[in-house]
């Protein structure tokens, strides 16, 4: 047995990535000389072996045993421990004489086990072990009971054991398994549920080789419930060609629709009416409503053989009884085997069992003619609900309205509405599929601003955008709310154009204009506050929005875009922590269905303040959860700013494959869009990727790409983000030697970053080595060591990983190689925690030098008095002990000190040691 054998991990394996990091921990402290006890439980095909498949590629070093429970083989004596005992080497199987060939037949279990034990001991001494075994509830009895003696008695150090076991299984547990599974402390137990959405668009990607619609994966997540084997099974059933359909509704295997359908017709009469019914219906009725969509006198006689068929469920203990189909799946396949006359006939009934709210849907659905009077009531509708802030389901009832109306000047405006109503919901992929449609009515204003708003906000065709506003703009005789909505989409035009006394200007028109939907409204507040930053600077950008309550979780949802834009300004300012409390809690409402037109922005700018506060695995999250969203229904203005965030985690963890990918689409997107802002994201993304790299060159050629960045750095445009870029062109300046423009940035940048606490390190670094290339390295020490000695980040963070770095090389060009070493190893710790690959390396390769040619210890050069005072110090006297002693004053001491630590590049009295 080598160690590192394990099986091949899943290749379309995804999500866990919590349990993955639980296991790796414990994996880790195994490494050190522990021992660990694992047990991973969950229902079948839930993932509890894919699980452990990628858990044993990640720990190449260890040893690995394994063996799987089978029920064809529950009655073979120690068949798992033998399974377990072939893989380990021969030369120490064949130490223990009764086990050279595996477990002798009829052996005693405990012997066995104490054999295992020891066998267990010798390997560890080569290398940490893994003992795993799957499906343990199929183990036979003797095995279960030899595992049970080693786990007892678990003093081998270096060796994680790891049990698998099915939930939810109909056969009676062996009591040896309940003693082994609820008798042995775990040191961790993980209970499997199904796959989170985000998990199943990764898997639904995996196997259809595309990226599939979100609509699609909450489809598919509801129908599961994100079990993987369910997934797998309807995914690779369903053909491809679906995934291009639009309406997944019908998106029902093959099979399983046949399946249903041969069940449903099988059923007598009064029961499929009963189903019909339901499927109409959806939700969990009551028995009764149900019997009357029907038809159906008494449904009871009827209910009983859809419950037998496993086609329906009752919930009798409930008070009210409700009934339902079992499963999404069944309902869609019984409700499209209906003919349209059935449908319309249910729906009709449905009507009058079903609240107002409701009944909309079965009215339209029952309709099978054009209705005057249904459409304008739809219409009224849909004011009232777009008055109440839904505008989705304003768009619904007035695209049913425009159903309902024969095609003429009326069913057009209908249709206009609907789609401005679209761009507003969490549902504006929609909006894009009536644009054709939209066309292909007569010229109006109201037309130019669904169109307009379509372009901004959806297909990212801002040059059509503004022609198309301009002209609604520009109308005379229209409604007030359509002039000032025009002025709104002109105010976002304007931003993106970098014109931002334009964008004020028709910032206030928009606000002062009646009828302009509240979305809208929050939206060009948030564009006001922009232009404000970019004219008058970042703080004034702040200032705009003081009307907001300072707890942002009692902010009313209209403000959603105003907050997220707060957020926005504070990460730019240096307001870190308030930044990340803003943006989590408008992400935390996005994700509940909070429809914005900023799209995933809130996410991105989230996902930046977590990378800055080397919160860098939450970071991750957050963007593939901004992935769900960032679908046909997200502005293409965001394609940008989603790959340059999505790209920097990768970029400093080495993946160099995904992190290229990720850049070359943000600069691709960024040339085609043209906005300045979009070009510097795209250009930020490079840098990153090229500091990463240690291209220092390709860090400036990067940056130099976007217009006036480094001549007209000082532009508000280019304000904003600046944190991020002016460091990157700051340092690369540097390398490169341009040091009289890397001064220049540098003074500009300490103005710009006088309050921003996470960025202290990044500019006590600069600031260091602009000391340092100018030839005044003890400046240079004596910056850094001033600063580490009064701010240590209990977190890892990569500006401070950078600094202990940049410190540490300082410290070696004097001639300290101890304190180097210190500050080497700092750095290496904090890049390790990152998994920031190649700052690590190159920290490491620095380390080695050190060590594998220490160079020799300079002896301190202090004066006479310095000298005293050390001595003191290292005999463990206080500053006040050391003052009486020497007849001088404790301030006079610490002037001393504070020199001595200078000199010697340390922070602290315990680093003394180290020099005498």
Known sequence: MTPGTAQRADRDFVGRTDEIALLADLAGKVRFGQHATVVIQGAAGIGKSSLIRRFLTTIGDFAVLSATGDPAESLLDLGVIDQLLLQTPADIRARTASLGSGA?????????????????GELQRRSPVALVVDDVQWADHSSLEALRFVLRRLWTERLIVVLATRTGTDQSPDPALERLIRGIPADLSLELAGLDLVDVSDLARALAGRQVPAGVARRFHSYTGGHPLMLRTMLNEISSQRFSSMDWRLAVPPSVDTAIRQTF???????????????VLGGRPLLSQAADVAGLGSAHHALGPAI??????????????????THDLQREAIYGAMSPARRSQLHERAAATVEPFLAWRHRVAAAGTTDATLAAQLEQAA????????????????DWAAGLTPWSPRSEQLLLRSMIHLVLSSRRGRAKQLRERAYRCAPSALRSLALGLCDLYMTGDRSSAE???????????????????????????????????????????????????????????????????????????LEEFRYLSEHAADIPSRHLEALSCRGALRAMVGLVEEAQRDLAEVVRRQEAGAPMLSGVTPHCYLAAVQYQLGEWNACVRTLRRASMLADDDQPAMNDVILSFVASIVPSARGDWDTADQLVRTAVTAAQRVGGPQDLKYAAIAAALFHQARGDHSGVLRALSAVPNLRNGGTSGLH?????????????????????????????????????????ASTV??????????????PEAIALAARHLSTTMESRPRLADGQLYHAHARHLLQAGNTSAATQWLTAADQ????????????????????????????????????EREVVDLVLDNRTNREIAATLHITPKTVEYHLRNVFTRLGISSRRDLRKFF
């Open 104 to 120: 002798p037949a009829g052996a005693n279990p405990l012997a066995v086990g104490s054999q295992l034990l020891d066998a267990l």
């Open 308 to 325: 037998e068929a496993g086609l329906a469920t009752w919930s009798p203990a409930e008070p009210a009884g409700p009934v339902a189909i």
């Open 265 to 279: 017709d099988k059923l007598p009469s009064a029961s499929r009416s009963l189903l019909e019914a339901l499927a």
């Open 719 to 759: 304000e904003w983000w600046s944190p991020w870029w002016q460091p990157l062109l700051i340092d690369a300046l540097q390398a490169t030697g341009q040091l009289r423009e890397a001064a220049s940035e540098l003074s500009l940048l300490r103005k710009r970053t006088t309050a921003s606490v996470v960025l």
């Open 764 to 777: 006590i670094r600069l600031s260091a080595q602009q000391a340092a290339a100018e030839g005044n390295l």
């Open 383 to 398: 004011e009232d609900e777009a008055a109440d802030g839904d505008h989705g389901t304003a768009a619904t009832f007035l």
């Open 467 to 541: 022609r198309h506003l301009l002209h609604a703009f520009g109308a005379t005789g229209e409604d007030t709310w359509v002039h000032g909505s025009a002025a709104a989409g002109m105010a976002g035009v304007s931003v993106w154009r970098g014109q931002d006394d334009d964008a004020l200007v028709y910032a206030e028109l928009a606000l002062g204009s009646v009828g302009v939907p509240a979305p809208l409204r929050d939206y060009v507040c948030c564009l006001r506050g922009v232009a404000r930053a970019r004219k008058d600077g970042l703080p004034a950008g």
């Open 830 to 865: 904090c890049f390790t925690a990152l998994l920031a690959t190649p700052y690590r390396d190159r920290a490491r390769a620095d380390l080695a030098i050190l060590t594998t040619h220490p160079a020799a210890i300079p002896s301190p050069q202090l004066t006479a008095r």
